[in-house]
């Protein structure tokens, strides 16, 4: 008898919202490539086979997926059949889709369903109507252009190959796919906002329909405090006090359990009891000074892509990261699965919330209504990771065909931000070209230490003075501030001429003293509030990392722990 395959990617993908009531939807689907962008026109939402097949939640670039096709892909289909009983029928069916790269429309048994635009965040759709008892067909179309300056991109690459700091693309869906059953009231959405400070919790919840909404909390399965009221609908405020107070800090990931219910919904989720906030050049975490040892993490995996194989990978990259010293990571270039930011909050591992802006054209009014919806919903999405300790919707805001960017671009999504999210602080572009931030971060890969340390010392003059390599265009006005990208030294473990920043070290020794003559420079800065090293891990042509693309160490981790882990100069000053 042969072996049932295991279904990839089986564990649920957002434990801030699970019902027990749901169907993973991961595994084979029929796909089709359709370069030439006629699916449409041929009606292949109605096919009843497809030519080809594929493992999801992969994309089809990857080896993961069964197809591994890296050239560009215009559109492609996928399609389903699945059976439901009846009695899955008497509530809400909800399609749910990790992230789909780029526009997606769904169609259920020939009839359109939905359509979302934007490559890497999730989003749901109510199916109900449109389903059957027995057999249902799901169709998906995705359409993607890389070289369009109005779909930003991340850091897949415009060109066939891979290049420089650019890899391979992905296409298509590329996180879990899921159905979710949900009674006729039910809890649609939820805000936390922990109160480290009085020890209570306070949330905003959106019901669909009239009833009780409870809310229970528990610390290691301990009720530690619970609430009710009364609703008919839309947006009720409700607060728990809590009877045990336990913070989440860096390195302690303190979480309570969160259980809501709400007629016949139940809704588990969790948080943590933290506050974040700026003292002058101090970012304080629950009203201590906290140094953000952070490094880049950009979420590529060999096998997979933009996805991860399995969960244990996603841990593991927090825990080599940590590992190597460092507190936590600038999530670069990608919005990460929700997954993964569960077990930054479960072990104390702070990251920053970034967009992919990169291949967006800066100067065109138009890229707005392109970034600023998704970006929307990823501060929705991910509001409650206590994890999350800052957003930063752009990085390096190049000019696109020697156009400057349109300031009012950053400044309307800053913000928007600030109006979306007033818990956190959000840095409007990182490294350039600032237009109104709250933090004013630098990216500088400057390989000698000495000329590190003698360009940002004169931050702590008597009149503070940020080096920076684009003042012609932006302008620091004491802000808080950190080099949120340095280093980036190259060093490849098969002597390959790889893609990195400077000239690489010729010796061990020499890549051992440069990285810590760079990094205790920073440390050594009293308005300096944290670092952010380029970076954890090599990506295809990029071997900057501390560990190669498949995360094995290149050095000894325990030298970079103790450079990393020693006490910075903002934490000392009271």
């Not at 409007?428 to 390989?447: A, K, L, M, R």
């Not at 012609?472 to 990195?500: D, H, L, M």
Request: charged share 25%; with cysteine; glycine share 8%.
């Amino acid at each position: 008898m042969q072996a049932k395959k295991r279904m990839p990617r089986a564990e649920f993908p957002n434990p801030q919202f699970e019902r027990k009531n749901w169907l993973n939807l991961n595994g084979e689907w029929e796909f089709e490539i359709d370069n030439s962008v006629s699916g449409k026109d041929r009606k292949l939402y109605e096919a009843e086979s497809l030519s080809s097949r594929i493992i999801v939640p992969f994309c089809p670039e990857s080896v993961l997926s069964g197809v591994n096709n890296v050239d560009f892909m215009n559109a492609v289909w996928y399609r389903k059949e699945i059976d439901l009983p009846e009695q899955s029928l008497n509530g809400h069916v909800f399609l749910h889709f990790g992230a789909v790269d780029y526009e997606a429309e769904v169609y259920i048994n020939g009839s359109f369903a939905g359509r979302h635009k934007g490559g890497y965040i999730s989003f749901e759709i109510n199916i109900t109507h449109l389903l059957r008892t027995g057999k249902n067909t799901i169709i998906v179309y995705a359409r993607d252009e890389v070289r369009n300056p109005l779909i930003p991109r991340g850091k897949q690459s415009e060109q066939y190959y891979s290049h420089n700091c650019d890899y391979t693309r992905t296409t298509g869906i590329w996180q879990t796919v899921w159905l979710e059953f949900v009674p006729k009231s039910y809890i649609k959405s939820f805000r936390i906002y922990p109160d480290q400070k009085n020890s209570t919790v306070d949330l905003q919840v959106i019901c669909e329909g009239s009833g009780e909404l409870k809310a229970e909390a528990f610390f290691e399965g301990r009720p530690v405090g619970s609430n009710s009221k009364i609703t008919d609908g839309g947006l009720t405020s409700i607060s728990v006090a809590l009877s045990e107070k336990h913070l989440w800090e860096v390195g302690k990931g303190r979480l309570y359990d969160l259980e809501l219910s709400f007629c016949e919904d139940e809704v588990s989720s969790y948080f943590g009891l933290r506050n974040v906030r700026l003292d002058g050049y101090k970012f304080l975490i629950n009203e201590k000074p906290v140094f953000q040892r952070l490094v880049l993490d950009q979420g590529f995996y060999p096998q997979g892509i933009y996805t991860a194989p399995c969960e244990e990978d996603l841990v593991n990259d927090i825990k080599i990261s940590i590992n190597a010293g460092f507190n936590g990571a600038r999530l670069h270039q990608k919005i990460f699965e929700p997954l993964f930011l569960y077990h930054c909050d479960r072990l104390g591992y702070i990251v920053w919330g970034e967009y992919p802006n990169w291949g967006g054209d800066f100067s065109n009014p138009d890229l707005l209504s392109a970034i600023l919806p998704e970006w929307c919903e990823e501060l929705e999405r991910d509001f409650n990771h206590p994890s999350v300790i800052g957003w930063c919707p752009f990085n390096e805001t190049w000019d696109y065909e020697g156009r400057k960017q349109r300031d009012e671009l950053l400044s309307v999504i800053y913000k928007t931000t600030k109006l979306m999210d007033a818990t956190r602080p959000c840095i409007d572009t990182s490294g350039n070209f600032h237009v109104v931030t709250d933090i004013f971060d630098v990216h500088d890969y400057e390989q000698n230490p000495d000329i590190f340390r003698h360009n940002y010392n004169k931050l702590m003059n008597d009149e503070p003075e940020l080096f920076d390599r684009h003042n012609k265009r932006q302008s620091y006005n004491g802000e808080p501030t950190f080099v949120s990208e340095y280093g980036g030294i190259g060093w490849s473990v098969n002597g390959e001429n790889a893609w990195g920043y400077g000239d690489n070290p010729t010796t061990e020794k020499e890549f051992f003293e440069r990285y810590k003559g760079l990094t205790d420079a920073l440390l050594d800065n009293r308005r300096m509030f944290g670092f952010c090293y380029t970076q954890l891990y090599d990506i295809e042509q990029e071997q900057n990392g501390l560990y190669t693309y498949d995360r094995k160490p290149k050095f000894d981790m325990n030298y970079f722990k103790s450079v990393n882990s020693r006490e910075a100069a903002i934490e000392k000053q009271e």
